[in-house]
DNA sequence: TTTACAAATCGTAACCATTACGATATACTA
DNA sequence: TAGTATATCGTAATGGTTACGATTTGTAAA
C-alpha cells in the first residue's frame, strides 16, 4: 500500500489527515519489513519531541484496523509492518533487521478437509532466519 | 510427552524433581492445548496458595528449553503446551479454549528454492478458528 | 478568513505480562 | 541425618501497552 492510498482511506472513512498520521504512514511506506511500537517511537521523537505513546498505539491500532498495516506477535511483541495489499502470501522475517521477502505459497491450499467440523478464522505462516545482507554482516 | 518422559528429563538433566514442578507438567501434560503462565499461575495458586510467579516463569522457561514444552506468540501474550514430541508438525489452535489439532502438512516441504540466499531457522504454521465443541457452544 | 467543534494529541498514570533478587526452604547426596 | 546446591518465596522493578483529563489541531460551515 503506498502512500497515497494510505490517505485516501484514512479520508474516506472520516479520519482526519494530521501530520503525525503522514509521518507514521510514510515510516512503514518506505521500509518493507515489520517495525515495533517502539521503532515507530523512536522515529517519531526525532522530529516530532515529546509525542506521546498514546498516539503512537491509537494510530497503530486505527491503521491496523484499516489494513493500512498488518501485524505479528513476535517474542511476545507486536510488530508492524506496510499492508502489502495484492494478493494473498505470506512473509520470511529477519530476525536481525525485521526484514521481509513474500513467499507466494500458502499452506491453506493443502489443508483439504483436515479441518472439516472446526472454523476457520485466521492463519499464520512465517520463516525466520537471516535475510542475505544480514547474514553477510555477521 | 508424558509425564514420566518429563520426569526423566529434568532428571537426566541434573534439576530436582520438585512439587511445584510436578503439578505443573502435570497440568500440561493432561491437557491438549495452549496455556498461558496465568492460566498456570491460577491453577497452581489453587493447591500451593501463594506461589511465587518467579517460580512459575522460571520453571516454563526451565521446561521450554528442556524441550519439555513448546511455546507460540498471541497477541502479545506467550502461550505454551505440551511439546507433542513425535514427528514434526503443526496445529489449529482453538480461539476460546486454547486446544490443538495436529495438521499433517508443512509448507516448508514446497519452499524449493525460494529462500536461496537467506538462513533459515525457523518457521510457524498455525490456523486459528473454532473447534467443533467451542462452535457448537457458541 | 474566521469561527466552532469534533477529533487528535499531550502529559502522565495505570495496567498487565514478565523479569529479577535477597532471604528462606527444600530436594538430593553422602 | 547433615550439608549443600538448588528451588521457592515475597516483593520490587521492568517493559510493552492502555487509558484519560486537559489542551491543541484539522476541517467544515459561516
Not at 44 to 72: C, P, Q, W
Not at 93 to 98: D, E, R, W
Given at each position: 500500500?503506498?502512500?497515497n ?14 501530520h ?35 498516539t ?83
Amino acid at each position: 500500500m503506498s502512500l497515497n492510498d494510505a490517505i485516501n482511506t484514512l479520508q474516506n472513512h472520516g479520519y482526519k489527515m494530521t501530520h503525525r498520521r503522514k509521518a507514521i504512514i510514510k515510516y512503514f511506506s518506505t521500509s518493507d519489513g515489520y517495525r515495533t511500537a517502539k521503532d515507530l517511537y523512536e522515529h517519531m521523537e526525532a522530529k516530532y519531541t515529546g509525542i506521546s505513546y498514546d498516539t503512537v498505539y491509537r494510530n497503530l491500532h486505527l491503521f491496523h484496523d484499516l489494513d493500512i498495516l498488518e501485524s505479528t506477535s513476535l517474542n511476545a511483541e507486536k510488530h508492524f509492518r506496510i499492508n502489502c495489499g495484492d494478493h494473498h502470501h505470506h512473509h520470511f522475517i529477519c530476525n536481525l533487521c525485521g526484514g521481509t521477502k513474500k513467499l507466494n505459497i500458502c499452506p491453506m491450499d493443502d489443508i483439504g478437509t483436515l479441518l472439516k467440523n472446526y472454523t476457520i478464522d485466521d492463519h499464520k505462516f512465517e520463516v525466520y532466519g537471516l535475510c542475505p545482507s544480514c547474514k553477510q554482516a555477521s
